[in-house]
């Protein structure tokens, strides 16, 4: 149980520096939805399922749809969307 | 000195983590509640899952609060997000991603109403539900394949599933208890899809009235951002 959960703190812990270091938005935004995943997983092996179900439906999926609308309204859903002040279509 | 405040409130941080990490044991919560709980929950709601049995049970005012927060916050996203912008939208998608919603939009609808309707025997219920029934919703329009739901529909279903949460409330109200009190708790047995009384009633009115509220967030934010839907 130690290793399983020292491995999903690893995955959590390198998707949040993933959510930092990515220039693809979507990328990123994918990665940030990897925490609540692997955070879900957490949970689970905490007996807590209905909070790893809020929050694998909450964090992974409807925050990256409420991310995804906002990069949309703002332009940078491109499969090319990078980062403000680095890329050329910001 | 904006750097000294950082590495002051790193250390406060670190210094919580360590004295929670060293104090607490890892997965034994210290509370002792839990088990005054757990022993009244399946008797006294007829809910098989006892963490519903708490929040329409014996918290049921919370939900209600709960459903209000949700509401006052979709009501102010839709008044900030409510000025149409003009803007172009994605690439078209391709074959896969077309292909793919069209399988998973009613696996997630199928899942989203299971959770719902099941959320007084097995983990979930009426918010978790609810987010997905939301979501499914709106694959097709992330997408590109088809337009989202309609606004005046989910503000009927909205304004419905909030006057059936009320409703179920005073009628407990009416009989002599408290308000959201659960009702007719011995009909039905334990573990059956039809037991727990009123409880399933509240947690579909919660899952459509989360489900209308975030459809309609969203619905906004897809407006606003130019889109189809």
Redesign the interface.
């Known amino acids: 149980m130690f290793w399983l959960l020292l491995g999903i703190v690893i995955l959590m812990l390198t998707s949040a520096v993933l959510v930092l270091v990515l220039d693809n938005l979507l990328a990123a935004l994918a990665a940030s939805s990897v925490v609540s995943l692997a955070l879900a997983l957490v949970f689970v ?3 807590a ?2 909070v ?3 929050e694998a ?2 964090g992974a ?2 925050s990256a ?2 991310l ?3 990069l ?2 703002l ?1 940078l ?3 090319g969307g990078r980062r403000v002040g680095e890329g050329d279509d910001a | 000195m904006p750097r000294f405040a950082t590495v002051l409130f790193l250390a406060g941080f670190a210094f919580l983590l360590f004295s929670l990490t060293l104090t607490l044991g890892f ?1 034994e919560p210290p509370m002792r509640a839990g088990q005054g709980v757990l022993d009244q929950a399946v008797a006294g709601t007829g809910a098989a ?1 006892a ?1 519903s049995a708490v929040l329409l049970g014996f918290r049921g005012l919370d939900t209600l609060g709960e459903l209000s927060i949700l509401f006052a916050a979709a009501t102010a996203g839709g008044l900030v997000l409510g000025h149409r ?1 003009p ?5 078209p998608a391709g074959a896969i991603l077309q292909a793919g919603t069209r399988l998973l939009f009613p696996l997630m609808l199928v899942v989203g109403f299971y ?1 719902v309707l099941h959320g007084h025997l097995t ?3 009426g ?2 539900g609810g ?2 029934l ?2 499914a919703f ?1 694959l097709p329009v ?1 997408a590109g394949t088809g337009a989202g739901p309609d606004h005046a529909l989910l503000r009927v279903v909205e304004g419905l599933a909030g006057t059936v949460f009320i409703l179920i409330g005073l009628a407990a109200l009416w009989t002599g208890g408290v308000f959201l009190e659960p009702l007719l708790v011995d009909r039905g047995a334990l573990h059956e899809l039809f037991s727990a009384g009123t409880l399933p009633l509240l947690y579909l009115a919660v899952g459509l009235k989360v489900g209308a509220e ?1 459809a309609g ?2 619905a906004h ?2 407006r ?4 189809e839907a």
Not at chain 2, 87 to 91: A, E, L, S, T
């Open positions: 092996i905490l007996r399922p209905d790893a179900m809020t439906a909450v999926g409807l749809l409420i995804v609308l906002a949309r309204r332009g859903v491109g499969v | 997965g899952n963490v912008r803007g172009g939208d994605g690439p959770i983990p979930g219920g918010f978790q987010v997905i939301a979501a709106f992330l975030l967030l969203l934010m897809a606003a951002g130019g889109g």
